[in-house]
């Protein structure tokens, strides 16, 4: 079982970037799937939650209005659109899969989370 993100990178404050996730070992369809992130010296910390379905989305407050995301279920693949980043958005990026249903604000708990991607880092210079 393994989730494999990508599209990391090094971009200038205002830019964007788009990170997939790539699922596989089995179905991640019927999943909530979250992106978290992480600092140097910083805990990990959630960014955004999408539920299997699509539409039900969930985002921290400093990436709301910035950040989208979204998934394809027939690739088992999920995305989160980055835009006008900015220096504190600087960190590896992880995804994430939750098998078991989470309630709300749960869904934002990192332990909510079985599966683990090996994370992508992005870096946004000023």
């Known amino acids: 079982v393994q989730l494999q993100a990508s599209g990391g990178g090094l971009v200038q404050a205002g830019g964007s970037l788009r990170l997939s996730c790539a699922g596989s070992?089995?179905?991640?369809?019927?999943?909530?799937m979250g992106w978290f992130r992480q600092a140097p010296g910083e805990d990990r910390e959630f960014v955004a939650y999408?539920?299997?379905?699509?539409?039900?989305?969930d985002y921290a407050d400093s990436v709301k209005g910035r950040f989208t995301a979204s998934r394809d279920n027939a690739k088992e693949q999920l995305f989160l659109q980055m835009n006008n980043l900015q220096p504190e958005d600087t960190a590896v990026y992880y995804c994430?899969?939750?098998?078991?249903?989470?309630?709300?604000?749960?869904?934002?708990?990192?332990?909510?989370?079985?599966?683990w991607g090996q994370g992508t880092k992005v870096t946004v210079s000023s």
């Open positions: 999408v539920r299997w379905n699509g539409r039900d989305t």
């Open positions: 994430a899969a939750d098998p078991d249903y989470c309630a709300g604000y749960r869904c934002a708990d990192l332990l909510e989370y079985d599966y």
């Open positions: 070992g089995r179905t991640f369809r019927s999943d909530t």
